[in-house]
T-cell receptor, first 112, second 113 residues
Framework: KQEVTQIPAALSVPEGENLVLNCSFTDSAIYNLQWFRQDPGKGLTSLLLIQSSQREQTSGRLNASLDKSSGRSTLYIAASQPGDSATYLCAGVTDSWGKLQFGAGTQVVVTP | DAMVIQNPRYQVTQFGKPVTLSCSQTLNHNVMYWYQQKSSQAPKLLFHYYDKDFNNEADTPDNFQSRRPNTSFCFLDIRSPGLGDAAMYLC????????????FGSGTRLTVV
């Protein structure tokens, strides 16, 4: 069974610093990996989707990489802003049903 | 915009009183999922529908049921809610193996009193 781990569990940075969020998974036979953002009490907002054949995806200040051989994905957020404060979850798919296996998330606080 | 809509956003129910949460989608995705997320925890998959085929996770309590009357709608029924069922319930859709990613609704926050 796929296990997904996110380290650190919480992170606080001053505005303007770059954020690096880590996600590791145990099963390298992964179909795809997706990063989500969750604001307190809200649902999940998709940030980036990386297919198994891809190594990275970029959207604005966000860049996510995928290294299947080492079982790792990293989300970079450049020049962080207070509005980036949220919990970030990564999730991978390793079966044909498309079921997502989530990490517990990294709670990010960006201080002005 | 194509989207996943969950109703209601907040639901308060009494201990033991059946409750139904609803989810609708305009994406025409053939797979719909229900996740349960407790405070500060990862979302946990309860079940999913691939078209009309229902798939239950092995550790989903019998207290939880689901219905999918058509492609657009999916319901989560909790037959006898307990205090431990208080959580955020998230509905999601995908086109199959998730090649185009997953779209989540805004969730329903369930409180049991």
């Amino acid at each position: 069974k796929q296990e997904v781990t996110q380290i650190p569990a919480a992170l606080s940075v001053p505005e303007g610093e770059n954020l690096v969020l880590n996600c590791s998974f145990t099963d390298s036979a992964i179909y795809n990996l997706q990063w989500f953002r969750q604001d307190p009490g809200k649902g999940l907002t998709s940030l980036l989707l990386i297919q198994s054949s891809q190594r990275e995806q970029t959207s604005g200040r966000l860049n996510a990489s995928l290294d299947k051989s080492s079982g790792r994905s990293t989300l970079y957020i450049a020049a962080s802003q207070p509005g980036d404060s949220a919990t970030y979850l990564c999730a991978g798919v390793t079966d044909s049903w498309g079921k997502l296996q989530f990490g517990a998330g990294t709670q990010v606080v960006v201080t002005p | 915009d194509a989207m996943v809509i969950q109703n209601p956003r907040y639901q308060v129910t009494q201990f033991g009183k059946p409750v139904t949460l609803s989810c609708s989608q305009t994406l025409n995705h053939n797979v719909m999922y229900w996740y349960q997320q407790k405070s500060s925890q990862a979302p946990k998959l309860l079940f999913h529908y691939y078209d009309k085929d229902f798939n239950n996770e092995a550790d989903t309590p019998d207290n939880f049921q689901s219905r999918r009357p058509n492609t657009s709608f999916c319901f989560l029924d909790i037959r006898s809610p307990g205090l431990g069922d208080a959580a955020m319930y998230l509905c999601a859709t995908s086109s199959g193996t998730g090649a185009s990613g997953y779209t989540f609704g805004s969730g329903t926050r369930l409180t049991v009193v």
